[in-house]
């Protein structure tokens, strides 16, 4: 055989070796097709720590939990509480449920069985990898979106979350993995999680202090709490501070709220070329809640009050009226936003209101009406036209 035909086929073979060898232009390069991205939730059951429980996560479809079969399930749960589960290529809404188990009391060191009361948590968009704490803030927030009969949505359960989290004092019930607060140690936690740890802790207390079941307390606090309850739950967070034995985290004073900072919102599809130019509405505030004045005889409100944020753009401007509570008329701020630049839908604007000492209200005590969004100067459509088919939002957060 000729010499240089057979280095040809040896180099042939070497190169097939890495390349795949192949007569005309050359073969291209095969491998296997990259895998689909997993969504992976992972975290902890806490009520305290939940051992001995199964989880499970189901999809939120049409508006509904699909219960037909459960997206993963693990279990049981270690002493810790703590699950994973992959739940493959899904992505969107999930319930995540622990059923059965049993925790260990943070008021009372109690051992008790959760069998008949399962814990819940919406989470509004799972995709890839999610942190969600099931507890009993979780389990009240999702009885709030269940119960209510409206059909299940990111937003309603962005918005129970965010609501249950305000009266309880925990800026993300499901992010957050909370600690035990009874446990040694749990003062070396970051202080979120010891926040979210003394909450569940004051729900311990409230149901020793009221002689309440875990079942009962979720019922008592699925709706939005009246200011009797509020002022329960306040006792009893004051009351696992102030003792030493159990409560193991730094915080040891029950320091009120002063301020309300609320953040305001659009929802909704503005049709091109409309964007929002201007928003007038009246933010209607509860006993105890107020905002700082520039003029005290004409209620304007101090422009420190208000921060541009969200989607509305450098330039926008924000200000507002306030008119103080008269007989069954609660306080208001009427507000006005204006962007020459104009805007899309989502959050635009914060204010900081001040609390007055002893002051307790939630999310739901502060209420909008008399919404208006106005066409942008700059959109080409018609100027300062109504926009139609947006609807604003407000949530609210003590500090």
């Known amino acids: 055989m000729n010499m240089r035909l057979i280095l040809n086929i040896l180099v042939c073979l070497s190169l097939a070796t890495l390349f795949g060898c192949g007569g005309g232009g050359g073969a291209a390069s095969s491998g296997s097709p990259s895998p689909e991205a997993s969504t992976v939730v992972a975290g902890k059951a806490v009520k305290g720590p ?5 989880v499970s996560i189901y999809a939120v479809s049409n508006g509904t939990v699909d219960r037909s079969a459960p997206l993963g399930t693990f279990g049981p749960t270690p002493a810790s509480g703590a699950y994973s589960i992959d739940i493959g290529s899904y992505t969107g809404p999930v319930l995540v449920e622990i059923v059965g188990g049993n925790y260990i009391d943070e008021a009372t060191g109690a051992q008790i069985d959760i069998t008949g009361v399962p814990l819940r948590a919406m989470v509004g968009n799972a995709s890839g990898d999610v942190s969600a704490a099931v507890t009993a803030l979780t389990e009240i927030a999702a009885k709030r979106v269940v119960d209510s009969g409206a059909p299940i949505t990111a937003e309603a359960i962005s918005a129970a979350n965010t609501d249950v989290g305000s009266t309880f004092g925990v800026a993300d019930i499901i992010g957050t993995i909370p600690v035990n607060a009874a446990v040694a140690g749990a003062d070396t936690a970051p202080l979120a999680q010891q926040q979210y ?35 329960k739950l306040d006792t009893a967070r004051t009351a696992f501070l102030a003792d030493p034995e159990r409560n193991q985290t730094s915080i040891t004073v029950n320091t009120p709220a002063t301020k309300a900072v609320l953040k305001l919102s659009t929802a909704g599809t503005l049709t091109a070329p409309a964007t929002i130019g201007g928003i007038e509405v009246l933010i209607s505030l509860p006993t105890g809640v107020s905002v700082p004045l520039a003029d005290q005889v004409t209620g304007e409100v101090d422009a420190a009050a208000f921060t541009v944020s969200g989607v509305a753009p450098a330039g926008t401007s924000a200000s507002g009226k306030f008119t103080a509570a008269a007989g069954t008329s609660p306080a208001t701020i009427k507000l006005i936003v204006t962007s020459t630049a104009g805007f899309g839908t989502g959050e635009f604007v914060t204010i900081t209101c001040n609390l007055a000492s002893g002051t307790v209200v939630t999310q739901s005590d502060f209420s909008l009406t008399g919404f208006k969004a106005v066409n942008n100067v700059l959109t080409g459509g018609s100027v300062g036209a109504p926009i139609s088919g947006i609807t604003p939002a407000l949530t609210a957060t003590l500090q």
Do not use: E, F
């Not at 939940?50 to 199964?54: L, N, P």
């Not at 149901?207 to 309850?229: E, F, K």
């Open 50 to 54: 939940i051992g001995g429980g199964t």
């Open 197 to 231: 740890g003394v909450a569940l802790a004051a729900v311990s207390k409230y149901m020793q202090l009221n002689s309440r079941t875990l079942g009962q307390s979720i019922t008592d606090y699925t709706p939005p709490p009246t200011a009797d309850l509020l002022l």
